[in-house]
């Protein structure tokens, strides 16, 4: 038997507006629409949706009715959900119909997609309840398995899961960590018991998110023999091709014109019609084989960036100024019981808006540009900033 996870994290942020220093005290409406900048959440979304989110969640709900044995897993973002049931909410209804066919697991996070293990661990946990309760609301399911924010893994985080009562997480398997070993077994986490690690196959996942487009690369054009191919060639080497990857892969990144949509839905053809093939949910993974080995990641370890590490986050004064004023608020935020000023807050958290003040250069600096909504990355800071003075402005009126 062998099986590939195909693993899918659907996240968009609530991206703050440009909001002036003149603007604090007087306007609290960061998240606003109505002033139709480049960023405004709607138009984003929207757009988003038309180019991946309902062409991608249609061919893999069309895929589940021809193949029986094809699944997929997802981790869903509660900023996304809150777009998605206000703009969108037939995107809500056609991954419920997923979860309802059984062929559709919901993976756990953080609510607002935030780095709150390595800030407050308090306010993980309560993003990580929130979350798991807003998708047991939306899809009556209980997240069993977790994934921090951008996969940022460590050993405390998998000790802090194994206690939480999940049965598995997932991690990037980056080559320095693993060494010798591949990515395509079930492992155990250092110092944990019964919780299951799995590992992206870093490779395989990155030839579709990243290369698939790409007309340098030596491979391209990406053909499903051709890949098909290389999995059979990385089954040589362990039965289990974690596939991980943005689920915006699929027309955002890689535009419909490359023959991203074709190639997935030949490529399921291709993997289901071979003997003994399978695609599993990450539980099924889990439980796939005892695991061959203990990993340890002391050090964190991400799936973003050529470094794979917390630097896109958190690697200069801007980043580090943010999010250590920002954490500093929570007591008195909580404090004041304001359930719109609490979740204004919490939705600064988002992991997004400290990654759009990166300031890294050559080709991780234009991985930033990319996902980023404000014209550079000390704009993105200075509104930030100026949102995060009304929100101390509007703790001392209480």
Request: charged share 25%.
């Amino acid at each position: 038997m062998r099986a590939i996870c195909l693993y899918l994290h659907i996240h968009q942020p609530i991206r703050y507006r440009e909001y002036s220093i003149f603007n604090v005290g007087n306007d609290s409406n960061y998240f606003s629409d109505s002033y139709n900048g480049r960023q405004s959440n709607e138009r984003i979304f929207r757009k988003v949706t038309e180019k991946s989110y309902r062409p991608m969640l249609g061919l893999l709900l069309h895929k589940m009715k021809q193949q029986p044995n094809f699944k997929v897993s997802f981790s869903i973002t509660g900023t996304w959900l809150e777009q998605a049931e206000r703009w969108c909410p037939e995107l809500i209804d056609t991954i419920r119909e997923m979860v309802s066919r059984g062929q559709a697991e919901i993976v756990g996070e953080t609510y607002y997609h935030s780095l709150a293990f390595f800030y407050d661990r308090n306010e993980f946990e309560d993003q990580v309840k929130m979350h798991a309760e807003t998708i047991e609301r939306i899809f009556g399911v209980k997240p069993r398995v977790f994934r921090n924010t951008e996969f940022a893994y460590n050993d405390q985080l998998a000790k802090w899961a194994e206690g939480a009562g999940y049965h598995g997480i997932l991690a990037e398997g980056w080559g320095k960590v693993l060494g010798w070993r591949s990515p395509n077994y079930v492992y155990r986490p250092a110092g944990c018991h019964n919780l299951r690690l799995l590992l992206k196959n870093y490779r395989l996942s990155d030839d579709i998110a990243f290369r698939f487009s790409n007309r340098a690369w030596a491979e391209w054009p990406l053909t499903v023999p051709k890949y098909q191919t290389w999995l059979d060639d990385a089954c040589l080497n362990g039965n289990l091709i974690n596939l991980f990857m943005d689920f915006e892969t699929f027309g955002e990144h890689q535009w419909q014109d490359t023959g991203i949509f074709n190639f997935i839905d030949g490529l399921i053809d291709s993997w289901l019609g071979q003997y003994e093939n399978k695609f599993v949910t990450v539980s099924e993974a889990c439980n796939l084989m005892a695991p061959v080995d203990e990993i340890s990641m002391p050090e964190t370890v991400t799936w973003a960036d050529t470094e794979r590490d917390l630097s896109a986050w958190a690697s200069n004064s801007m980043q580090s100024s943010a999010e250590t004023d920002l954490y500093n608020l929570r007591e008195a935020i909580l404090a004041t019981h304001d359930g719109a000023l609490i979740s204004d807050w919490r939705h600064l958290t988002t992991s997004d808006h400290p990654y759009a003040m990166c300031t890294k250069y050559w080709n991780d600096g234009d991985v930033h540009a990319y996902f980023s909504a404000y014209a550079s990355p000390y704009e993105a800071f200075m509104y930030f900033m100026n949102v995060l003075r009304d929100i101390e402005y509007r703790i001392a009126q209480k």
